[in-house]
């Protein structure tokens, strides 16, 4: 089973709820400015890598997570994947597909826009974090959540995709 936490450019909420979910990020308390700005691909993504998967880590399931970008063409890279599962002979349950950009705050779509649309790092990075902050359990809501699915599905047939 593969978890794919999305978003608009893979640089912020997927960077936050797959951290969570992997264990990167605390779920009891809210992670300090140190611990967000060191994770993997956490405002990093460039604007090319957007539509490319990146693997974050395993659950303590073993189930693998990863992060992706859709911009603004989330329907189109929704139908692809779906059409791909069916060419490969890949059952639907094996992909959850987990929309993280609902977790945002407006202080993180500035910032966001700040750091990585104008390259206004020293700006718009502080202002992501501050956001992700504010919002943090949010996403920590979101990613128990998705654990709570997953750990149903091995008794059913889940949804492939949460939104």
Same mark, same amino acid.
């Given at each position: ?8 450019? &893979?640089?912020? #909420? ?42 974050? *880590? ?10 992706? *970008? ?31 950009? &609902? ?9 966001? =826009? ?9 700006? *718009? ?13 949010? =996403? ?13 599905? #091995?008794?059913?047939?889940? &949804?492939? #995709? =949460?939104?």
């Amino acid at each position: 089973m593969y978890i794919i936490y999305h978003c608009f450019g &893979s640089a912020h #909420s997927s960077v936050i709820a797959s951290a969570i979910h992997v264990g990167m990020l605390p779920t009891h308390r809210i992670p300090k400015t140190q611990e967000i700005v060191t994770l993997p691909y956490y405002d990093q993504t460039r604007r090319e890598e957007i539509g490319s998967p990146f693997y974050v *880590g395993r659950d303590e399931l073993g189930i693998e997570v990863y992060i992706l *970008g859709m911009a603004n063409n989330k329907e189109v890279l929704i139908k692809s994947l779906d059409s791909l599962l069916k060419i490969y002979h890949i059952k639907e349950n094996q992909l959850i597909l987990v929309d993280s950009l &609902s977790q945002i705050n407006t202080i993180t779509r500035i910032g966001g =826009f700040l750091s990585r649309r104008l390259g206004l790092i020293k700006i *718009g990075r502080p202002l992501t974090i501050k956001g992700v902050q504010k919002a943090y359990y949010q =996403f920590v809501h979101l990613v128990e959540t998705v654990k709570d699915q997953v750990w149903d599905s #091995s008794m059913g047939d889940p &949804s492939h #995709s =949460f939104e």
